[in-house]
């Protein structure tokens, strides 16, 4: 966008990192080329993405904000890539799906396809005391299926 070329902007996208019976801990996402962040991923390829603890009930039920450091939150950056590769593109696919199943019937609209964030950095605030960089091959060696 001509106002803020080359400023940071944010979106709302879906992810999902595997069914619920096998989260991989890779996020990926259903877009198309038609939506503001592809064109503006397409100008430079690095995004970050944020996910909060506040999406869970632990939070609200332990009368945490969604700002406060016990509430957990994750900011992964990297670089957004198409998955285009079998088997990982089916993998996403039923990732998604599974997940967003009203996604499925968004496929023909517009040209949706499976993306993926190659994660160069995990930063965590989890506890009073600041925030810390996670091991990214200790991260993908969590199980917690």
Known sequence: MDQIKGA???????????????????????????????????????????ISEYETDYCRDHGLDPESPPCTRVTMAGTFVKVTEEPEK??????????????????????FYPAKLNITLIWVIDFYGGAYELNIDDYFKININ
Do not use: C, E
């Open 90 to 111: 089916s993998f996403a696919l039923n990732a998604l799906f599974s997940r967003h199943p009203q996604m499925i019937i968004w496929s023909g609209v517009h040209s």
């Open 8 to 50: 940071p902007f944010t979106n709302i996208i879906s992810m999902s990192d595997g069914p619920v019976d096998n989260s991989t801990g890779q996020p990926y996402f259903y877009t198309t080329d038609l939506d503001q962040s592809s064109q503006d991923i397409k100008q430079n390829d690095q995004v970050s993405i944020s």
